[in-house]
């Protein structure tokens, strides 16, 4: 089974910062790669897929990179309603399409 | 708009079943697949359960292999996740999630509905 870390686990940032979260994959995903936010109380919600395209509704600040195992999300200026945890997944193995552990992104 | 609601969840003692539903709307149900995902009390997102469109392949987890059962009813466009042998450790927020294709990711997710096994 693929294993998805994702670091650093907790994030602290001040609004208008740019953010950047990164996360590994054991083997090779190619870029069959997406990234998930949750609020608390919330469903999560597709972010990126294809390692680097925005779903449908998601803003310009929040962009995604890479391929094979080393994935980035970064968002330009954070915005108070990016706190979040943020998770990645694998989808070139399904099933599984295994998750990250997630990041808390808080506020400094 | 695409929503996917969620019902079934509640309290269960160890050993014990129960069956979680998922009514989905907005989109063509029976043209794709469907998962389940869960997220124990302050825990991160764990793929249990995904069938495809037409409800002729299924797969599992290992954690829930041989006692949980997903299954779907497309004149209804409802999602189901039979739950036997329950046990503590299946304590968790179930989401019912669309998957946009084959090799895809989940692009809609519905909130979930917590189900609680204990005694």
């Known amino acids: 089974e693929i294993v998805m870390t994702q670091s650093p686990a907790t994030l602290s940032v001040s609004p208008g910062e740019r953010v950047t979260l990164s996360c590994r994959a054991s083997q090779s995903v190619y870029s069959n790669f997406a990234w998930y936010q949750q609020k608390p109380g919330q469903a999560p919600r597709l972010l990126i897929y294809?390692?680097?395209t925005r779903a449908t509704g998601i803003p310009a600040r929040f962009s995604g990179s890479g391929s094979g195992t080393e994935f980035t999300l970064t968002i330009s200026s954070l915005q108070s309603e990016d706190f979040a945890i943020y998770y990645c997944?694998?989808?070139?193995?399904?099933?599984?399409?295994?998750f990250g552990q997630g990041t808390k992104v808080e506020i400094k | 708009e695409v929503q996917l609601l969620e019902s079934g969840g509640g309290l269960v003692q160890p050993g014990g079943s129960l069956r979680l539903s998922c009514a989905a709307s907005g989109f063509t149900f029976s043209n794709y697949a469907m998962s389940w995902v869960r997220q124990a009390p302050g825990k991160g997102l764990e793929w249990v359960s995904v069938i495809s469109g037409g409800g002729d392949r299924t797969y599992y987890a290992d954690s829930v292999k041989g006692r949980f059962t997903i299954s779907r009813d497309n004149s209804k466009n409802t999602l189901y996740l039979h739950m036997n042998s329950l046990r503590a450790d299946d304590t968790a927020v179930y989401h019912c999630?669309?998957?946009?294709?084959?090799?895809?990711?989940?692009?809609?997710w519905g909130q979930g509905t917590l189900v609680t096994v204990s005694s």
């Open positions: 999630a669309k998957k946009t294709g084959g090799q895809a990711p989940l692009d809609y």
């Open positions: 997944q694998q989808y070139n193995i399904w099933p599984p399409g295994t």
């Open positions: 294809g390692a680097s």
